[in-house]
C-alpha cells in the first residue's frame, strides 16, 4: 500500500467523532466562517485611518492596469501589507494570507489576491515612479519630526542570496564568505527608530561612493534649515571622497577611520600623550589633527582607547588586531583597543565619543528588519522588485513602530515583542441588524495588558476624530507623533514649521 492521501471527496458539512482524554467530541470544518489570527489589527488600520497616511499611500501607487480583470490597486497593496505584518519573509507566505475572512474587507478590499499577482504587479510598475511614491510616503512618517534637532544614521547591511539574482554576487559579507549577496544603503533617524530611506545595490556595492548620491537625494528634498544637527557613520564612511562633499554641502560629520598605517603611526605618537582624557564608559579620549595622503585639508580626530581585560587582552586575535607595534610584548603589559573619529563637531571629547556610542542602536533597527520583518526575504530574480519591497517593509515598520509607540512612548518595541502582544489573537467577526463585531481572544500571558493598552490608543484616536472638521491631516498627524515621542520632545507637542513643505493640510 502507498503513503498517498485518498482522493474520496470530503463532504465539509460533516461532522467527526475523535476521542480525547476529556472524553468523544465532534470536529468540523467552516472554511467559511469570518475569522482571522490577527484579531488586534482592527485597531491598528483606525490608526491608519486616522492618521490619513493609508488611503493617500494606496492612491498615489504608481501602478496602472489596462486590463479589466486586473485586480484592483488597493486588494494589491493590501495583500503585501497584510503578508509583511503577518511577519511573512517570502512572496509564496502569501498564501496564508488568504485564510483571513475579516481583515481584507476591513482596510477596504475586495478580495486577497495571489503571491503571482503581486509579482507580477510590482514587475510592471515604473522602478524610478515606485522608489518617488514610497520615499515621499516614508518622508510623511517622519517629516513634522524634522523641525527639532536630530541626527541622521547612515549604514549599509549585507542580505545573502541563494538564488539566481540580478545584482547577486560577491562583496564584503563578514557573516557568510564567499556567499553572494545584495546590499541595502539606509538611513535612519536617530533615537525614533525611523528608517529614512533604503536602496538596494548589487553586493559589490557596499562603498561609501554608492552611498551619497542617495543621501544627498534625500536630504535634497528637505530645506537646509531643517538639516541633520550632524550625520554619523561606521569606518565605511571615513572617507576623503564623503567627508569632502559634507564639508562643502555644510553638513557636520562624525564617522569613524579605518586603522591604517599612517592612522596606527598617529595612534603611536598620542600614546605617551599627558592629554587622555575620561571619554566615559571605560575610554579614554585625546584630541589631534590628521591629514593623510589624499586628503585635501587637516582634520580634527579623536582618539579613543580602551584597557582589555580578561581573555581578550591576550588572545591571538585581539593581538593581530589591536595591539600596535610599540606596545610592549610583556604579558604584564597594558593592552587597548582603539576607535579613532573623524568630526567637524566642535563639542568636547566626552560628548563626542558619546555620541558615536549611541549609533550603536542603528544596528538594532538593522536586525529588527532583516530577522524580525521582511528584509531578509521577498527576493525576486530582478533588482527592481528587490528594491520595491525593501521600502515597502521598511514603510510598514515605520507605520507599526509609531502605532506601538503610541501604547509605550517610553520605549522601541520590537516587532517579537510587540506583534503577539498587540497584534496576533484570534478575531471572530459576526454582524447583527447592521452592526459589525469582532470579538477576540488572545492567548497571550499579558493579554488583559494588550486590551488596556489598545483600549487607551482607540480613545485617544476617537478624540482626535472627534475634532477632525478643526484639524488638517498634517495636524492630526503632528498630535500622533507629539504623543508617540513624547518622552523624546520633552512632553511638548510637535509645532508646524513655517518653511517645511509639509504633505498634507
Not at 76 to 83: D, M, P, R
Not at 282 to 293: C, N, R, Y
Not at 414 to 425: D, G, V, W, Y
Amino acid at each position: 500500500m502507498g503513503d498517498s492521501i485518498s482522493s474520496t471527496p470530503i463532504d465539509k458539512t460533516e461532522r467527526i467523532a475523535v476521542d480525547t482524554f476529556a472524553g468523544k467530541i465532534h470536529v468540523e470544518w467552516d472554511p467559511t466562517a469570518a475569522v482571522t489570527p490577527l484579531g488586534q489589527l482592527a485597531f491598528f488600520i483606525d490608526f491608519l485611518k486616522t492618521g490619513g497616511i493609508y488611503d493617500p499611500w494606496v492612491a498615489d501607487c504608481p501602478l496602472h492596469y489596462t486590463s479589466p480583470n486586473a485586480p484592483e490597486k488597493r486588494d494589491l497593496l493590501g495583500t503585501v501589507l497584510l503578508s509583511v505584518l503577518a511577519g511573512h519573509h517570502r512572496y509564496s507566505h502569501i498564501t496564508n494570507v488568504r485564510s483571513d475572512n475579516v481583515n481584507p474587507a476591513l482596510l477596504g478590499m475586495t478580495k486577497v489576491v495571489s503571491e503571482d499577482t503581486v509579482r507580477r504587479g510590482f514587475k510592471q510598475m515604473d522602478e524610478p515612479a515606485g522608489a518617488s511614491w514610497l520615499t515621499e510616503h516614508m518622508r510623511r512618517c517622519y517629516e513634522p519630526l524634522l523641525c527639532m534637532p536630530w541626527i541622521m544614521d547612515g549604514d549599509t547591511t549585507v542580505k545573502p542570496l541563494y538564488g539566481k539574482q540580478e545584482g547577486a554576487v560577491l562583496g564584503y559579507n563578514p557573516h557568510k564568505p564567499g556567499r553572494p549577496s545584495h546590499t541595502y544603503h539606509s538611513y535612519l533617524m536617530a533615537n525614533t527608530r525611523l528608517v529614512l530611506d533604503v536602496e538596494v545595490q548589487a553586493g559589490n556595492k557596499t562603498a561609501t561612493c554608492y552611498s551619497t548620491p542617495g543621501l544627498w537625494k534625500l536630504l535634497e528634498r528637505v530645506p537646509r534649515r531643517f538639516w541633520p544637527a550632524f550625520f554619523r557613520g561606521d569606518s565605511g564612511w571615513g572617507t576623503d571622497g564623503f567627508m569632502s562633499q559634507a564639508e562643502e554641502k555644510g553638513l557636520p560629520y562624525l564617522v569613524k577611520l579605518r586603522l591604517t598605517k599612517n592612522v596606527r603611526k598617529l595612534i603611536e605618537k598620542a600614546f605617551n600623550s599627558n592629554d587622555w582624557v575620561d571619554a566615559g564608559q571605560g575610554w579614554e579620549g585625546v584630541e589631534e589633527t590628521l591629514q593623510l595622503m589624499g586628503w585635501l585639508q587637516l582634520r580634527r580626530v579623536i582618539i579613543l582607547r580602551r584597557a582589555l581585560t580578561g581573555d581578550v587582552a591576550i588572545s591571538l586575535k585581539q593581538k593581530e588586531q589591536m595591539e600596535l607595534g610599540f606596545v610592549e610584548t610583556a604579558e604584564v603589559a597594558k593592552r587597548y583597543e582603539y576607535a579613532v573619529l573623524a568630526t567637524t563637531l566642535n563639542e568636547e571629547i566626552l560628548t563626542i565619543a558619546q555620541h558615536y556610542r549611541d549609533r550603536a542602536d542603528a544596528e538594532n533597527v538593522f536586525d529588527e528588519l532583516k530577522n524580525q520583518w521582511g528584509w531578509g526575504g521577498y527576493t525576486t530574480r530582478d533588482l527592481k522588485r528587490c528594491g520595491l519591497m525593501a521600502r515597502i517593509v521598511a514603510l510598514t515598520y515605520n507605520w507599526w513602530s509609531l502605532f506601538v509607540r503610541l501604547a509605550h512612548p517610553d520605549k522601541h518595541l520590537e516587532a517579537i515583542t510587540s506583534r503577539p502582544l498587540l497584534l496576533h489573537a484570534v478575531g471572530k467577526q459576526t454582524s447583527h441588524q447592521g452592526q459589525t463585531m469582532v470579538t477576540i481572544t488572545s492567548t497571550h500571558a499579558k493579554s488583559e495588558k494588550a486590551q488596556r493598552v489598545l483600549d487607551e490608543i482607540s480613545r485617544f484616536l476617537a478624540m482626535l476624530k472627534t475634532t477632525a472638521e478643526q484639524l488638517t491631516p498634517s495636524e492630526r498627524w503632528r498630535r500622533i507623533l507629539s504623543r508617540a515621542f513624547s518622552k523624546l520632545l520633552g512632553g511638548k507637542p510637535l509645532q508646524a514649521p513655517e518653511l517645511l513643505p509639509l504633505w498634507c493640510g
